[in-house]
């Protein structure tokens, strides 16, 4: 069975505050993208638990730490599902704000339980990916939310980008979640993004900012000259997604490849 885990970029992302728990608060818009890895089952004829490959993007973790195994793992502690490959083609880069890792952790959730009928519903299939990751449940349902909490709480929204396109760059420049956090200072925003989305979309740009800009661009300058050439070259909205490092900007009409990017890893597609 084949399905294609698809990524999702941050609209806005207001860190609010510290938790107890070392975490933080946060408030933000997830809204899925069509750039997809593919992930594929099938049973397999040995005795081996499970067997896993993949190709595209070099994926270096450990088994340990695969986010697609511990969700077969997680499953297969709860039901009889046979011996199976597993094979993941990645699309998505890493470290780059997009959930790639989320994403093919929830589809694997549902890949399984399609695949094998378990008959777990849409909720139960949410509390399983929130054991994988924060942003994972996201993925179930895999329709725009605003997101609270770690980014686990998450209410309907009304955002419809489909009239237009998204330029997406991810430059070759590692920025770790820890590190991005070290660097905020939290605070509530004057007003929430909840009431900021529903403005036209044109004047997001004056009032829907990403946190981490302020931290990470003067540490990463490229990234800032990646989001002035979107808005250079007719962006009505251009930010930087989760804690980065890539780079997006939302246009009218099909944009034109930069010749700047050539370089980095870039993507073109109507949303």
């Known amino acids: 069975m084949l399905c294609f885990p698809n990524a999702k970029i941050n609209i806005g992302l207001n860190v609010v505050s510290k938790r107890s728990d070392g975490f933080h608060n946060i408030e933000t818009i997830f809204y899925p993208i069509p750039l997809c890895d593919a992930l594929e089952t099938t049973d397999l004829t040995s005795s081996q638990v499970y067997q896993f490959s993949a190709t595209g993007i070099p994926v270096t973790i450990e088994d340990h730490d695969n986010i697609v ?32 890792g989320s994403a093919d952790g929830a589809f694997m959730i549902k890949l399984l339980n399609d695949k094998y009928h378990l008959k777990l519903s849409e909720s139960r299939m949410e509390q399983l990916a929130g ?14 939310v605003f997101a609270e909490g770690k980014g686990d709480i998450f209410s309907k929204i009304s955002i419809d980008l489909s009239n237009y396109f998204i330029y997406l760059i991810k430059p070759n420049l590692p920025i770790s979640t820890p590190e991005a956090y070290r660097c905020i200072t939290p605070k509530s925003p004057n007003k929430s993004l909840r009431e900021l989305i529903q403005q036209p979309i044109e004047l997001w740009k004056d009032s829907i900012f990403n946190d981490f800009e302020d931290s990470i661009f003067p540490k990463h300058r490229e990234l800032q000259t990646i989001k002035d050439l979107l808005y250079k070259n007719g962006a ?26 050539k370089c980095h890893f870039t993507w073109i597609s109507h949303l």
């Open 131 to 144: 054991m994988l990751g924060s942003d994972c449940p996201f993925f179930i349902q895999n329709k725009a």
């Open 69 to 100: 195994l511990k969700a077969f793992q997680l499953l297969k502690t709860e039901f009889a599902i046979p011996p199976t490959a597993i094979h993941l083609h990645k699309n998505i880069p890493f470290g780059a704000g997009l959930g790639g």
């Open 236 to 261: 009505v909205y251009a930010a930087m997604s989760g804690s980065g490092s890539s780079i997006y900007g939302i246009f009218n009409c099909q944009p034109t490849p930069i010749d700047d990017f």
